[in-house]
Every structure is written in structure tokens, then in C-alpha cells.
């Protein structure tokens, strides 16, 4: 039973591209118009296509293990941040 609390869960989150700050190194912003939060990333872990500010992402987040797993464009027909919170 002890196992179950130690389980990662796994969410998937909209973020938005902010900025390359440094180089090699995306700053993106987590739950964009909500509670804001920053991450740096990698520039390889941003798709191509999405690399300009305000490009809307789907980001998958590991919750008390790796972070973030994985990042993907979001599309405007996704559900919007403020679907997700009602």
C-alpha cells in the first residue's frame, strides 16, 4: 500500500513559449493568464514550429519525478486553459 504514495502522476498542462533568454535554453511559462509559473527547458525539447513567443504548447509534467517529459504544439482547436479549469 505504501507504493501507491510514492507514484508520479502525470498531467498534461498549456504552456506558452516566453522567451530564449540564454542560448540553447527556452524559458516557457506554465498555465499561461492563470497562475504563472516559469520553467527553462532545453531548445531541443521544443518543437521546431513553436519556438516563437506566445506559441501556445501542451506540456506533459511528471509531478514529484522528472518534471517535464515532453512538449508539444498545442492546436486552436485544442481545449483552452480556461475549459480545462471548469
Known amino acids: 500500500m505504501d507504493d501507491l504514495k510514492t507514484v508520479p502522476s502525470i498531467h498534461r498542462i498549456p504552456g506558452e513559449v516566453f ?10 511559462v506554465l498555465t499561461p493568464g492563470n497562475a504563472k509559473a516559469f520553467h527553462n527547458v532545453p531548445a531541443d525539447m521544443v518543437p521546431f514550429g513553436s519556438r516563437l ?27 483552452t486553459l480556461s475549459a480545462l479549469i471548469e
Open 19 to 28: 522567451a530564449c533568454l540564454v542560448d540553447n535554453e527556452f524559458r516557457i
Open 53 to 79: 513567443p506566445n506559441s501556445p504548447l501542451w506540456i506533459t509534467w511528471e509531478q514529484g519525478g522528472r518534471g517535464i517529459l515532453s512538449i508539444e504544439p498545442r492546436r486552436p482547436d485544442d481545449q
